[in-house]
């Protein structure tokens, strides 16, 4: 699963760097640029149209990823922007990591548990049980044999 992932990533940044300015994809190694033309997924269709503008939402994560590296390692026009994106990435990491740890964090985790459990508690206490009443084994020989002849 990663691995197309990656390789759709590939795909959509090979299209992008095909139909960027040719000065600014030349500041991009060649190397690399002939290592996302061959990883690439051929089968993937991207969803970049040349004629629009591309939006976020249509493009996979990890592309935006590459994008941003490329941005930062190649693109850069001085110190000053690129310590200012590093900044910014490091601020959007701080970010992601508290909504995780929000998210995940082990006592919120057993809260909800004991929340849980005292619905699971009112619940069981409103709820009767259902008497089964089990067939005698001569009751169910005589209905199979019943059923049998019927057929």
């Not at 500041?27 to 089968?43: N, Q, T």
């Given at each position: ?74 693109w850069c026009e ?74």
């Amino acid at each position: 699963m990663e691995q197309t992932n990656i390789a759709r990533a590939y795909s959509e940044v090979d299209a992008i760097l095909e139909k960027m300015d040719k000065a600014n994809v030349e500041k991009i190694p060649i190397k690399l640029r002939k290592m996302f033309k061959e990883e690439k997924d051929v089968e993937y269709q991207n969803k970049i149209d040349i004629y629009n503008k591309v939006q976020k939402k249509e493009l996979e994560p990890k592309t935006l990823t590459l994008l941003a590296m490329l941005y930062l390692n190649y693109w850069c026009e001085n110190d000053e922007e690129e310590n200012s994106l590093i900044k910014q990435y490091a601020e959007n990491d701080r970010k992601s990591e508290e909504e995780t740890r929000e998210k995940y964090n082990p006592d919120n985790l057993f809260k909800n548990k004991e929340k849980n459990k005292e619905q699971i508690a009112n619940n069981s206490t409103e709820t009767s049980l259902i008497i089964v009443e089990k067939e005698k084994w001569y009751k169910k020989i005589f209905n199979f044999v019943k059923n049998f002849i019927k057929k």
